[in-house]
């Protein structure tokens, strides 16, 4: 896996041929530090307007991919809207249009359950993202097995339509239809990214299925943090500053 050093040289060289790349990036992690709760993430405010340089550069074709839904990113990164797949891909907005999967009522009543039981691990907070939920234990790390077992209790309760994603400090129950690399797949339907090779850029387990695609279509994944769990992205960058600082040099 290449080092800080060599993969920022690696992703400068985007801008030699901007009209063959797209580039995904996640946000939690990647392009935002990491927060003890949801809502304490704090965006640089230079970032945005960073990101809609760089996105007009490759005309058009960066998109976020997140756990997080389509409104939530789109109230980060304001007043710019980019193509987005929130919630791993449940969500999609392209050029060509917008594509939400719903949340049924028995999910509803699921994701009250959870939200009721939770008040009694103090610390542990719940996510309602529509048609997802996340229980993070960031906050009260004690309650990890606990919550673990009963997280997979609430996927057993949901069925095959969704499925439980661990990520780091969360258990997520997600539509199970739904994945990043999925996401990039559909991203690659449309224009701009029709035909262009993926540079992938993610921190956590979930990421790992636009790894895939990425290195399956001849093109860059970069994990972010420090080496730590088995990864198939072939580059690293040790911090979501790093990324910050690539995105800049490239919007520049």
């Not at 224009?191 to 790992?208: A, H, Q, S």
Request: aromatic fraction near 8%.
């Amino acid at each position: 896996m290449q080092d800080d050093t060599a993969t920022q040289e690696m992703l400068s060289l985007v801008l030699n041929e901007p009209e063959h790349w797209a580039m995904f990036l996640d946000i939690d992690g990647t392009l935002l530090n990491l927060a003890p709760t949801p809502d304490a993430i704090e965006v640089p405010e230079a970032l945005p307007g960073q990101l809609h340089r760089l996105s007009n550069k490759l005309g058009g074709a960066l998109a976020l991919v997140t756990g997080r839904s389509l409104a939530y990113a789109d109230e980060l990164f304001k007043p710019f809207a980019f193509p987005t797949a929130g919630l791993h891909g449940a969500e999609i907005r392209s050029a060509a249009g917008m594509h939400t999967l719903e949340a049924t009522p028995e999910f509803q009543a699921l994701k009250h359950a959870l939200t009721a039981e939770a008040e009694h691990y103090p610390g542990v907070l719940i996510e309602d993202k529509g048609a997802a939920v996340a229980a993070h234990y960031r906050l009260a790390p004690e309650y990890e097995k606990v919550l673990e077992e009963r997280m997979h209790h609430y996927a057993e309760v949901a069925g095959p339509n969704w499925a439980l994603q661990l990520g780091k400090m969360v258990f997520e129950l997600r539509p199970a239809r739904s994945s990043k690399g999925d996401a990039l797949e559909r991203f690659f339907q449309f224009d701009p990214f029709k035909n262009r090779c993926p540079i992938t850029i993610g921190d956590d387990l979930t990421d790992e299925s636009m790894f895939a695609i990425a290195n399956a279509r001849g093109g860059v994944s970069v994990r972010v943090g420090a080496i730590g769990a088995p990864s198939c992205a072939t580059s690293r960058l040790s911090s979501a500053a790093l990324v910050r600082n690539v995105i800049a040099a490239l919007a520049a």
